[in-house]
């Protein structure tokens, strides 16, 4: 009805291959999967520094900073 069966799958993975060829798509799937290690490497990464520097922030911030007073302004009428 909608949806595509087992066999269609096959006969579109077999044009495919046959249209690439084993080698092409080889090289394609390894180039993807560098890709997506090289992005979930540069992800994770990312989150080791923000919670690196989070962590530097939490215990540089209520030793070192001083509470800043507010002054109110008058206005001159």
Aim: net charge positive; proline share 4%; no cysteine.
């Amino acid at each position: 009805m909608g949806g595509i069966s087992i066999w269609q799958l096959l006969i579109i993975f077999a044009i495919i291959l046959l249209l690439f060829g084993t080698k092409k798509l080889r090289s394609l799937g390894t180039d993807l999967g560098s890709a997506v290690k090289g992005f979930k490497k540069a992800v994770s990464d990312k989150d080791a520094d923000f919670e690196e520097s989070k962590s530097v922030e939490d215990k540089t911030s209520p030793s070192t900073e001083q509470p800043q007073k507010k002054t109110e302004q008058k206005d001159p009428q």
